[in-house]
């Protein structure tokens, strides 16, 4: 017993009631009383409260070591004393109220007869100790053998259990202020799920009052499709996860949907059980929005990107290729992980690099912002792209550039087109003078020749000057020649179109052919079968083909093989665009192919200007393939000429298909001639009128009268005068 602590809350009356007893040695007749005093001071210093004996007129009579202790004294002779000795020690009063007047001090209302139980008073003592919180229990215990009262008062101090109540109390409300006053809605749920305490942003947040809402369950206010998902995480939290989050829906009161990120936890007491739920819930509506815009614009980008015909290349700043779309690949010739392991060197000719990287650095490094220009990339086949570019940089948050964008057009066909055109242009300007300067000189080579067959009719044989004037007429049949030639490239001479077969003016010209090529070059033929017609003048057709054997033979100095062949093509208006001087249909192909040295790219596109030739001075005019190009746009066809060196050359010829030839049509026989006399045009006619009035007739018999209605200069053949160039 004397081990066992008595509690604050113990009676003092009772505890007093045995202090009377043992004071007059009642129940202890038979101990000594020296034993029961001692017995009982063990055990009223055992007390861990304090414990204070006053008698009826307020003398302290005792105080156990933990009243002393809460008062700051050391032995019981210090307190010995009257209690209004005490005021100016301490000073009572209720917590955070005015000092208690000595009268309402809890001994003295205990002294009054008032029992007092858990009296909490804040105790300061003057010497500038600590403040305490006690609270104060006692009541006055009459004497049973009738002598005076005793007064017994216990202190228990509360002080440590008051800051902890109040520090609980400031957490309360500091949890109550983040809890209420938070912008992020928040709630605490019961186990089933049911609101317990929202905030005011989590009410807002869905539309609902606190009252609406804590009448609910979460399971009210979340999407149907997404209930599973949520009632899941609370599963694995209950299962010990520390926490979980996710992103889910909710529906407002107005029935709209609202997206949220909800983090939730679950709250256990000090055993571990599971106490209730507490969720944070943050809405993201606006950024789910902003993502679905960002990915429809990113899916129309996407689009964009692969749909443009205008090819489109995303650039890092160093000219690292990172993207290209299925347009730029088709310009170029790469797939797009090969592009992407490449960079824009690598698409350039090695002339153009220096200044066009310079021009990527400049938009890379943010002094230039963006331009445009016309460039030419490398192609896989290492043909040139020409291009319209347009360059600018996308820019970081920061303001530096992050990829530099290349919008790319091909421009290639355009400058072929123009190429073409200027081409044309030029070739139209050179036959007009051509074509000028061959009429006039047929004039006057008409006047020549003519008078010097007239001469040779009136001289007799064995005259000394006959050979002078056949000299004289040889060089103006030569003349005739070339001023042919200038007329059939200028496309001014009259030609007398017919339907012909390609396969019989070659198999017809096979023998000249193969006298024409000589020993050291073999010359064979492919002529496809029931061959389509086509409509030409015979003899341009035969210029055509003598030019292009000719200029084959030329190329093998040290023979080679020679091959004509003959087929039937079909152009598609889908295939048209890449031949825009023809109109889509049936054609006939005559191809001119040798194993001769080639040409290079610049004499390729140089071939048909006129005066342009490769041999040695002396041994051409530059005129023989003009004529081919003339003629052959003459008749309404095309020439095209494919050429590398070392290997060979082939023209491909393309005349308009007719169908058969009609029964009935003129025959067309092949001629052997070589240049003809000059013939009279309109234009030429001038010139002729100037001669005198006479008729050709066989050579030696002149005739001096001119019949009537005949034009001057008339002649027997009604094609112009035009040469084969053997």
């Given at each position: 017993?004397?081990?066992?602590?008595?509690r604050?809350?113990?009676?003092?009356?009772?505890?007093?009631?045995h202090?009377?007893?043992?004071?007059?040695?009642?129940?202890?007749?038979?101990?000594?009383?020296?034993?029961?005093?001692?017995?009982?001071?063990?055990?009223?210093?055992?007390?861990?409260?304090?414990?204070?004996?006053?008698d009826a007129?307020?003398?302290?009579?005792?105080?156990?070591?933990?009243?002393?202790?809460?008062?700051g004294?050391?032995?019981?002779?210090?307190?010995?004393?009257?209690?209004?000795?005490?005021?100016?020690?301490?000073?009572?009063?209720?917590?955070?109220?005015?000092?208690?007047?000595?009268s309402?001090?809890?001994?003295c209302?205990?002294?009054?007869?008032?029992?007092?139980?858990?009296?909490?008073?804040?105790?300061?003592?003057?010497?500038?100790?600590?403040?305490?919180?006690?609270?104060?229990?006692?009541?006055r215990?009459?004497d049973p053998?009738?002598?005076?009262?005793?007064?017994?008062?216990t202190?228990?101090?509360?002080?440590?259990?008051?800051?902890?109540?109040?520090?609980?109390?400031?957490?309360?409300?500091?949890?109550?202020?983040?809890?209420?006053?938070?912008?992020?809605?928040?709630?605490?749920?019961?186990?089933?799920?049911?609101?317990?305490?929202?905030?005011?942003a989590?009410?807002?947040?869905?539309?609902?009052?606190?009252?609406?809402?804590?009448?609910?369950s979460?399971?009210?206010?979340?999407?149907?499709?997404?209930?599973?998902?949520?009632?899941?995480?609370?599963?694995?939290?209950?299962?010990?996860?520390?926490?979980?989050?996710?992103?889910?829906?909710?529906?407002?009161?107005?029935?709209?949907?609202?997206?949220?990120?909800?983090?939730?936890?679950l709250?256990?007491?000090?055993?571990?059980?599971?106490?209730?739920?507490?969720?944070?819930?943050?809405?993201?509506?606006?950024?789910?929005?902003a993502?679905?815009?960002?990915?429809?614009?990113?899916?129309?980008?996407?689009?964009?990107?692969?749909?443009?015909?205008?090819?489109?290349v995303?650039?890092?700043?160093?000219?690292?290729?990172l993207?290209?779309?299925?347009?730029?690949?088709?310009?170029?010739g790469?797939?797009?992980?090969?592009?992407?392991?490449?960079?824009?060197?690598?698409?350039?000719?090695?002339e153009?690099?220096?200044?066009?990287?310079a021009?990527?650095a400049?938009?890379?490094?943010?002094?230039?912002?963006?331009?445009?220009?016309?460039?030419?990339?490398?192609?896989?086949?290492?043909?040139?792209?020409?291009?319209?570019?347009?360059?600018?940089?996308?820019?970081?948050?920061?303001?530096r550039p992050?990829?530099?964008?290349?919008?790319?057009?091909?421009?290639?066909?355009?400058?072929r087109?123009?190429?073409?055109?200027?081409?044309?242009?030029?070739?139209?300007?050179?036959g007009?003078?051509?074509g000028?300067?061959?009429?006039?000189?047929?004039?006057?080579?008409?006047?020549?020749?003519?008078y010097?067959?007239?001469?040779?009719?009136?001289l007799?044989?064995?005259?000394d000057?006959?050979?002078?004037?056949?000299?004289?007429?040889?060089a103006?049949?030569?003349?005739?020649?070339?001023?042919?030639?200038?007329?059939?490239?200028?496309?001014?001479?009259?030609?007398?179109?017919?339907?012909?077969?390609?396969?019989?003016?070659?198999?017809?010209?096979?023998?000249?052919?193969?006298?024409?090529?000589?020993?050291?070059?073999?010359?064979?033929?492919?002529?496809?079968?029931?061959?389509?017609?086509?409509?030409?003048?015979?003899?341009?057709?035969?210029?055509?083909l003598?030019?292009?054997?000719?200029?084959?033979?030329?190329?093998?100095p040290?023979?080679?093989?020679?091959?004509?062949?003959?087929?039937?093509?079909?152009?598609?208006?889908?295939?048209?665009?890449?031949?825009?001087?023809?109109?889509?249909?049936?054609?006939?192909?005559?191809?001119?192919?040798?194993?001769?040295?080639?040409?290079?790219?610049?004499?390729?596109?140089?071939?048909?200007?006129?005066?342009?030739?490769?041999?040695?001075?002396?041994?051409?005019?530059?005129l023989g393939?003009?004529?081919?190009?003339?003629?052959?746009?003459?008749?309404?066809?095309?020439?095209?000429?494919?050429?590398?060196?070392?290997?060979g050359?082939?023209?491909?010829?393309?005349?308009?298909a007719?169908?058969?030839?009609?029964?009935?049509?003129?025959?067309?026989?092949?001629?052997?001639?070589?240049?003809?006399?000059?013939?009279?045009?309109?234009r030429?006619?001038?010139?002729?009128?100037?001669?005198p009035?006479?008729?050709?007739?066989?050579?030696?018999?002149?005739?001096?009268?001119?019949?009537?209605g005949?034009?001057?200069?008339?002649?027997?053949?009604?094609?112009?005068?035009?040469?084969?160039?053997?």
């Open positions: 017993m004397c081990d066992q602590r008595v604050a809350g113990a009676r003092p009356s009772g505890f007093a009631v202090l009377r007893r043992v004071a007059g040695d009642e129940g202890l007749a038979e101990a000594p009383a020296s034993r029961a005093l001692a017995q009982l001071r063990a055990v009223v210093a055992s007390v861990a409260d304090g414990l204070v004996v006053a007129a307020g003398t302290l009579l005792d105080w156990n070591p933990a009243a002393l202790r809460l008062h004294y050391a032995s019981v002779e210090e307190v010995r004393r009257h209690l209004s000795t005490f005021p100016d020690t301490f000073i009572l009063s209720v917590p955070g109220g005015p000092p208690l007047p000595y309402e001090w809890p001994l209302r205990v002294l009054r007869g008032e029992r007092l139980v858990e009296y909490e008073l804040q105790v300061r003592r003057t010497d500038g100790a600590e403040d305490l919180v006690v609270a104060y229990s006692g009541a215990i009459p053998a009738g002598g005076p009262d005793l007064a017994v008062l202190l228990h101090d509360v002080t440590a259990h008051r800051r902890t109540e109040a520090r609980l109390r400031a957490s309360e409300a500091l949890f109550r202020g983040a809890f209420e006053d938070t912008a992020v809605p928040m709630a605490l749920l019961a186990l089933d799920n049911r609101f317990v305490r929202v905030n005011a989590f009410a807002r947040l869905f539309g609902y009052s606190r009252d609406e809402l804590l009448g609910m979460m399971p009210e206010v979340t999407h149907p499709d997404d209930v599973v998902k949520s009632l899941a995480g609370r599963e694995a939290l209950l299962a010990g996860a520390a926490h979980f989050a996710q992103e889910k829906r909710y529906v407002h009161r107005d029935g709209r949907v609202v997206w949220c990120v909800a983090c939730v936890s709250v256990r007491d000090a055993e571990g059980r599971p106490q209730m739920y507490v969720g944070q819930v943050l809405d993201v509506t606006d950024r789910k929005r993502e679905g815009e960002l990915r429809a614009s990113a899916e129309r980008f996407r689009a964009f990107f692969e749909a443009t015909t205008a090819g489109v995303e650039i890092a700043p160093d000219a690292r290729i993207r290209a779309n299925a347009a730029f690949c088709r310009m170029i790469y797939g797009p992980d090969e592009l992407a392991e490449m960079t824009v060197a690598d698409v350039l000719f090695p153009d690099r220096d200044h066009v990287l021009q990527y400049g938009v890379g490094a943010g002094a230039t912002p963006s331009y445009e220009t016309d460039r030419r990339y490398r192609r896989r086949d290492g043909s040139p792209l020409w291009a319209r570019v347009s360059v600018g940089a996308a820019r970081d948050e920061g303001g992050a990829v530099v964008s290349a919008v790319v057009i091909d421009l290639t066909e355009r400058k087109l123009e190429e073409r055109f200027q081409q044309a242009q030029k070739m139209e300007a050179i007009r003078l051509a000028g300067i061959a009429h006039d000189f047929n004039n006057l080579l008409t006047v020549i020749v003519g010097g067959e007239i001469l040779l009719a009136r007799p044989p064995g005259d000057t006959r050979d002078v004037v056949q000299q004289m007429t040889a103006g049949e030569r003349a005739a020649g070339l001023t042919a030639q200038l007329l059939a490239f200028s496309r001014h001479a009259v030609v007398e179109p017919r339907v012909l077969d390609l396969n019989e003016v070659v198999a017809q010209s096979a023998r000249l052919l193969r006298r024409l090529v000589g020993e050291d070059v073999v010359l064979g033929t492919a002529l496809a079968p029931d061959l389509s017609r086509v409509r030409a003048d015979p003899t341009q057709v035969e210029q055509i003598m030019n292009l054997v000719v200029n084959a033979k030329d190329a093998m040290r023979g080679g093989r020679l091959t004509i062949e003959t087929r039937e093509l079909r152009l598609r208006a889908e295939d048209a665009a890449a031949f825009p001087d023809l109109a889509p249909g049936g054609y006939v192909q005559l191809a001119v192919s040798d194993t001769g040295t080639g040409m290079t790219e610049g004499t390729r596109a140089r071939v048909f200007e006129p005066f342009f030739t490769t041999k040695e001075v002396g041994k051409g005019t530059g393939l003009a004529v081919v190009h003339g003629a052959v746009k003459q008749s309404g066809g095309r020439v095209d000429v494919y050429s590398e060196l070392g290997v050359t082939t023209f491909k010829v393309l005349l308009p007719v169908g058969a030839a009609p029964t009935g049509a003129p025959g067309w026989r092949h001629s052997r001639r070589g240049a003809r006399r000059p013939s009279c045009s309109s030429t006619r001038p010139a002729c009128g100037r001669s009035g006479w008729r050709w007739r066989p050579r030696g018999t002149p005739s001096w009268r001119r019949p009537a005949e034009a001057p200069c008339g002649s027997p053949r009604r094609t112009p005068a035009r040469s084969t160039c053997w």
